[in-house]
């Protein structure tokens, strides 16, 4: 008997289209006419090329994207962290400093790629060159690493080693100034994909996404029938002008500003600035007396009356008045049936028939003949929906 | 036989071929007919409007306590409970107000990306890599079990990223990676109806306000914001203008629009009845996904947190960012204004949780 593991889904890493973002502003401050200016500069012993300081990075950004510093500066902050930027004279602290610290640019080839994670086996090679440099300089968390990859990749040991050997010959053979340059662009690369303990490893995305959005979907036939009905169902729609649907919008959010505690502020004040839950307290779901604002937002349209506990409570008085109490109460069950157990759809909808809407029921109310005959049709198999029909028709009757 | 097959896997070839192109015809005319209407934009119709005040809002509360990321996080009506799910498998019922945690459970199973607080406040949503939708009982008892009392609604093929309770404690709405939504019975766990459309994974979703219509909205990977019939099941619209996956949708307080948060770092507001896009929030130096949205009690102002650790506010009518909210100290993964609107809270992977006024 063979188990199937559930495929979580293990293609393209999602929330990362970010990245091609950066490169772009890369490439740009990076450009010989509009980027900044690089120089050479002293780090240690070593006469590094194309250098730039924190400073320069952002004011470039500041200047580039029309934002405020702080903004800028969290944004710089975030390119070195990712390791599109990495410092030289604090590898270690990936961070962007509004001052004369030192930066240098990421090489393309160790940028982030969407695409795929960094590989275990250039991993091992790196981790296995430094240890050939010199013995004993690999950190606690790298030696971890470094004995479970030799489990792991076991069988590509060899292969490791005289990968290691090599790529450590050749740098020997290389100036200074270069080895020097390559090593720091190498170490940012792997802070970056194999973050110390302690360091927030910002290449993590969360779950892996099912299906992979580049794939070449091959729909089927019943596929594209169901887009093509839904296409004319969409064409023959109603739509409204814009100029009136967006004339909607604008007054729904200009009547309710007065309202919106974050903008209008609320009395006697909003309880998470001063804690004072007075605020709470006055406008309880069936509070004595409903303040004024509340009162206010019946007055908009019968669903913030009817949506509010108090306002409903106020509504069913008014329509007691008037003997005609029931419609509310009919409008209270239908939402108990569509919203309520489901198991005892039959019995509540036999019950509301029996109250509501039988010839001389106790509480009958007034529908019109089709839809009293729609009803009672649909009752003999009932089902949460049956009595929209009816309620839609009670509950404009209501409005009125 | 061989020559038979042979005709009839052209004729098929032919027919879907047919059918595709009769599909993308039928999108220009639709587009088309929803261009006829459009006679101005969102931000004219808004010059009248008169321009927002300085805006101020401040972190109030910090709460700390889960060990691990947190990915979700809904209100309870009460205004000042909260619930909130984490990578650890961690779900945490506060009193936001005075910070103190009130329940706790843990999962069975790690990434719990959804919760949901029920209209009774009595009891809670959960889940995530398990692929359902549980339900949690809250009670006061001194020594509570909370997992004792567990019940499974729903069971998807895939992870749950979404779930909302309907109007009452008795119906979930579930969005899963497996690229459908549903709707469950909470009490017998039956599968009341099913969503099927999206062509990917369902991230996000969010029941329409109103009391007489039965509709929600939903966003997913395959760059699609779709609005669904309860009843029916059918998608009634759909809209289709990201440039990547929908992490948030959110309908305007009043029902007729909705606004969506994408990875391609911008947010958009979808007019329902003009049925169109008719806004697009974005900045060039806004360059981060854009995880979760929702709008202030009023339908002004429009809160997204983004995968850059920060909160922008935007004005929905005038299309101008009021106000960018630093605290976050990792991605802001969730985010719900209170159901008072006096204040809005964000959940972030720096493994807390924020209010904010």
């Known amino acids: 008997m063979t188990v199937t593991r559930l495929d979580q889904g293990q293609r393209y890493r999602p929330r990362m289209a970010f990245l091609k973002k950066i490169e772009a502003l890369m490439m740009e401050m990076q450009s010989p006419d509009t980027g900044i200016k690089t120089q050479t500069q002293t780090v240690m012993v070593a006469s590094i090329p194309h250098a730039v300081t924190g400073n320069d990075i952002l004011q470039w950004i500041l200047q580039r994207l029309q934002i405020t510093s702080e903004e800028a500066l969290h944004l710089g902050d975030l390119f070195v962290k990712y390791g599109y930027i990495y410092p030289l004279q604090e590898p270690k602290n990936l961070t962007l400093k509004a001052d004369g610290s030192l930066y240098r640019f990421q090489t393309p080839y160790f940028w982030p790629v969407q695409g795929w994670a960094a590989d275990d086996t250039d991993y091992a090679i790196y981790l296995a060159k430094k240890n050939i440099k010199r013995k004993g300089i690999l950190e606690e968390y790298e030696k971890e690493h470094y004995n479970m990859l030799n489990q792991k990749i076991n069988y590509k040991w060899d292969f490791v080693i005289m990968q290691a050997k090599e790529q450590y010959k050749a740098g020997k053979e290389r100036k200074k100034e270069d080895r020097y340059a390559l090593d720091c662009q190498e170490r940012a690369y792997w802070l970056v994909n194999r973050t110390p303990p302690g360091m927030q490893d910002v290449l993590e995305y969360g779950v892996d996404r099912v299906t992979d959005p580049n794939e070449n979907k091959k729909n089927t036939m019943e596929a594209y029938r169901r887009e093509i009905m839904y296409y004319q169902q969409a064409i023959g729609k109603t739509r409204v002008k814009s100029s009136v649907s967006l004339g909607g919008l604008v007054k729904y959010s200009e009547q309710f500003l007065s309202n919106d505690p974050i903008l209008s502020g609320c009395l006697p004040s909003n309880p998470w600035i001063t804690d004072d839950p007075e605020f709470w307290d006055l406008n309880a779901k069936l509070v004595e007396v409903p303040t004024r604002m509340r009162v206010e937002r019946w007055a908009f349209n019968f669903s913030e009356l009817i949506r509010d506990p108090k306002g409903r409570q106020n509504f069913q008085l008014f329509l007691k008045k008037e003997f005609s109490g029931e419609n509310l109460s009919f409008w209270e069950a239908c939402e108990d049936l569509k919203y309520g157990d489901q198991s005892k759809v039959k019995e509540k909808a036999e019950e509301i028939y029996k109250l509501f809407l039988a010839p001389g029921a106790r509480r009958w109310i007034n529908i019109d003949g089709t839809t009293m005959g729609i009803t009672v049709k649909g009752l003999k198999h009932p089902h949460r929906y049956v009595l929209d029909a009816a309620q839609t028709h009670i509950y404009m009757l209501m409005k009125k | ?357």
């Open chain 2, 1 to 357: 036989m061989h020559s038979r097959m042979a005709t009839e896997g052209l004729r098929e070839n032919e027919t879907l071929a047919s059918l595709k192109s009769e599909a993308e015809s039928l999108k220009g005319k639709l587009e088309e007919e929803r261009a006829k209407l459009h006679d101005v934009e969102l931000h004219q119709v808004a010059e009248r409007v008169e321009a927002l005040g300085q805006f101020v809002m401040k972190t109030r509360r910090t709460l700390k306590g889960h060990g691990n990321k947190v990915l979700c996080m809904d209100w309870c009506k009460d205004k000042r409970r909260i619930v909130s799910s984490s990578q650890d498998g961690k779900v945490i019922v506060w009193d936001s107000f005075t910070t103190n945690k009130e329940h706790a459970v843990t999962m069975p199973c790690t990434w719990v990306m959804a919760c949901a607080y029920a209209p009774s406040g009595c009891a809670i949503a959960c889940g995530g890599l398990d692929n359902k939708c549980s339900v949690y009982p809250l009670t006061f008892e001194k020594n509570e079990n909370m997992a004792a009392k567990k019940k499974s609604v729903a069971m998807h093929t895939n992870y749950l990223s979404a779930c909302s309770f309907t109007n009452s404690d008795m119906q979930i709405l579930t969005a899963s990676g497996d690229g459908t939504c549903a709707l469950w019975d909470v009490e017998s766990g039956q599968l009341l109806q099913s969503f099927h459309g999206h062509g990917a994974d369902v991230l996000c979703l969010d029941l329409a306000p109103s009391e007489t219509g039965n509709t929600f909205v939903s966003g997913g990977c395959d760059k699609k914001a779709m609005v669904w019939d309860m009843r029916s099941g059918q998608c009634i619209q759909s809209f289709e203008t990201h440039d990547s996956d929908i992490n948030s949708v959110r309908y305007y307080p009043s029902g007729d629009a909705f606004a969506s948060g994408s990875d391609d770092a911008t947010c958009r507001l979808y007019d329902l009845r003009a049925d169109r896009e008719v806004a697009i929030y974005s900045k060039e130096s806004i360059i981060f996904g854009a995880s979760s949205v929702d709008f202030s009690l009023s339908g002004r102002l429009l809160f997204a947190g983004y995968n850059d650790y920060t909160i922008n506010v935007w004005d929905v009518l005038k299309g101008s960012r009021v106000s960018i909210l630093f605290g976050h100290e990792n991605r802001v993964s969730t985010l719900r204004v209170s159901p008072d609107g006096t204040a809005f809270c964000s959940g972030s992977w720096d493994h807390t949780l924020r209010i904010w006024a």
